[in-house]
C-alpha cells in the first residue's frame, strides 16, 4: 500500500499525510478483525467473527476510498503508459484486498471445520501471492520507468 503511494509521485507533504492515514486505517483494519479471525466458533454472520468483521470493514472501505480516488487523480496527471499501469495496480488492489473479507467470510457459507479452516488458507494465500509478488512487481514496473523519464523520481 505504501509503494503504491510512493510511486503517485504526490509532493512530500502530501505522501507523508497520505500514508500516516493510511497506515493507521490498515492497522485499525487488522486489529478489528483479528478477534472475528481467532474465533473458530463462530459460524454465522451474527456472531462475533461477523461483528467483528464488520467494523473491520469501516477503515477497509477508507482505505480502498482514498487510495483509489489518489490513484485516479494520479492517473490524469501521469503519462499514458504510467498511467495504464497505475490503473491496473488500482484494479490489483481492489480485487486482491476484495479477497480478504469474502475469504474470512467461509465459514458463513456453510463451511466449518477442516474445510473451513482449508478455504481460509487457500483463499488468504492465493490474495498473497497477487497482492504481493503481482502487486511488487507491477509498482516495480511503474517506478522504473518513472526514473526513466522524470527528472526528479529517483532513479531504480
Ligand atoms: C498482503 C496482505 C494484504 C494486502 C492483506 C489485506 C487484508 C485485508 C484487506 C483484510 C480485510 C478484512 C476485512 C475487510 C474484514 C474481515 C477481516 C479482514 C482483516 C480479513
Redesign the pocket.
Known amino acids: ?1 505504501v509503494e503504491l503511494v510512493l510511486v503517485l509521485a504526490l509532493p512530500k507533504a502530501a505522501t507523508k499525510s497520505l500514508i500516516g492515514k493510511l497506515v493507521i486505517a490498515a492497522f485499525l ?2 486489529a ?3 478477534p ?2 481467532v474465533d473458530r466458533t463462530s459460524n454465522s454472520v451474527m456472531s462475533s467473527r461477523g461483528f ?2 464488520l467494523l ?2 469501516i477503515p ?1 472501505l477508507y482505505i480502498l476510498v482514498t487510495l483509489l480516488g489518489e490513484v485516479r487523480k494520479a492517473i490524469g496527471t501521469a503519462k499514458p503508459e504510467v498511467g495504464v499501469l497505475l490503473r491496473n495496480a488500482g484494479l490489483l488492489t481492489l480485487l ?2 476484495g479477497f ?2 469474502i ?2 467470510m467461509a465459514p458463513f457459507y456453510g463451511a466449518s471445520g477442516a474445510t473451513a479452516e482449508v478455504a481460509l488458507q487457500a483463499g488468504y494465500s492465493v ?2 501471492i497477487a ?2 509478488c503481482g502487486y511488487g512487481l507491477l509498482i516495480f514496473a511503474i517506478a522504473s520507468l518513472r526514473s526513466h523519464d522524470e527528472p526528479g523520481f529517483v532513479k531504480v
Open positions: 500500500m483494519m487488522i478489528l478483525g483479528y472475528g479471525e467483528w468483521g473491520s470493514t477497509f486482491t484486498w480478504y473479507p475469504a474470512f490474495a498473497d497482492a504481493k
